[in-house]
């Protein structure tokens, strides 16, 4: 059974920066990609970023240049390291992998930018 967990999560301030990590158990995590979506208060779920099974990665405009994601096969987990924070960036953040058109989600840590 797939299990995802999402850590690192907290409050910064504007321009701070926040590592989330996403440790994977239950499948065969180096075959699959990894993607970060988030949720902001009353709004839709939204995709963030993506890294294939070969570290090919891919991101939406507003965090490009801000975010990078990254993964350990060695470990399980994939990293979403977010710099320069901005207001907007609050949401909780999901990690999620998709397997024969199926999607699995973690719980979801929340990042709150604020001053």
């Known amino acids: 059974q797939v299990h995802l967990v999402e850590s690192g999560g907290g409050l910064v301030q504007p321009g701070g920066s926040l590592r989330l990590s996403c440790t994977a158990s239950?499948?065969?995590?180096?075959?699959?990609?990894m993607s970060w979506y988030r949720q902001a208060p009353g709004k839709l779920r939204q995709f963030v970023a993506r890294?294939?099974?070969?570290?090919?990665?891919y991101y939406i405009d507003a965090v490009k240049g801000r975010f990078t994601i990254s993964r350990d096969n060695a470990e399980n987990t994939v990293y979403l390291q977010m710099n320069s924070l901005k207001p907007e960036d609050t949401a909780v953040y999901y990690c999620?992998?998709?397997?024969?058109?199926?999607?699995?989600w973690g719980q979801g840590t929340q990042v709150t930018v604020s001053s």
């Open positions: 999620n992998v998709v397997q024969d058109g199926v999607g699995s």
């Open positions: 239950g499948f065969t995590f180096r075959l699959y990609s």
């Open positions: 890294i294939t099974n070969d570290h090919s990665t």
